[in-house]
């Protein structure tokens, strides 16, 4: 069982990306499988419809796509929207999404955006029949202490709980989507 965490911030400090690295410890906790992407050092180019698609950056993340059963996006929530980055990423490497089960972090400032990632979710469904988790880890600023999670069982037991559910998902589905 593959899966794929992707820290979508392109603040590598930020609070989504220090979330994603809690994922990917839970998930070897676990013993799964799992790789941490993080977007900001790779500098993807902004989807231009054209000729990114050849680009081979675009082209390996793609195949690493393919080749994931589950994805956790972990992103940051910016003006009760998802970042542009998360976007820019499905824009980028399109089809390689098709059947996979995605799983969400989102880290926002206040509770207001909790269903921020709802459009987002939903054009996965629909263009590539993603199988969303109907469980997502929604962190505010209150769980961290100058920049750092604070001690707080709850949001890890969240994140173990999303590990798992994606994980489950993907197993269940193998074979069953595309």
């Given amino acids: 069982m593959r899966l794929l965490i992707f820290s979508c911030s392109l603040n590598s400090a930020s609070r989504s990306a220090q979330l994603a690295q809690l994922a990917l410890e839970d998930c070897r906790a676990e013993?799964?499988?799992a790789e941490l992407v993080a977007l900001e050092p790779l500098k993807l180019p902004v989807c231009d419809g054209d000729g990114v698609y050849d680009l081979p950056a675009v082209i390996e993340l793609a195949d690493k796509i393919r080749a994931a059963q589950?994805?956790?996006l972990a992103l940051p929530v910016y003006n009760y929207g998802i970042n542009a980055a998360a976007k820019n990423l499905v824009e980028l490497t399109g089809e390689a999404w098709?059947?996979?089960?995605?799983?969400f972090i989102c880290a926002a400032g206040g509770p207001g955006s909790y269903m921020s990632v709802m459009p987002f979710a939903n054009s996965l469904m629909l263009d590539f029949r993603c199988?969303?988790?109907?469980?997502?880890?929604?962190?505010?600023?209150?769980?961290f202490a100058d920049e750092?999670?604070?001690?707080?069982?709850?949001?890890?037991?969240?994140l173990r709980g999303l590990t798992r559910d994606v994980a489950t998902f993907a197993q269940a589905l193998d074979g069953l989507t595309g």
């Fill in 31 to 33: 013993g799964r499988d």
């Fill in 70 to 72: 589950g994805i956790i």
């Fill in 98 to 103: 098709t059947g996979k089960v995605i799983g």
């Fill in 131 to 143: 199988v969303i988790a109907p469980r997502f880890v929604y962190a505010t600023a209150q769980e």
């Fill in 148 to 158: 750092q999670l604070a001690e707080d069982g709850d949001l890890r037991r969240r």
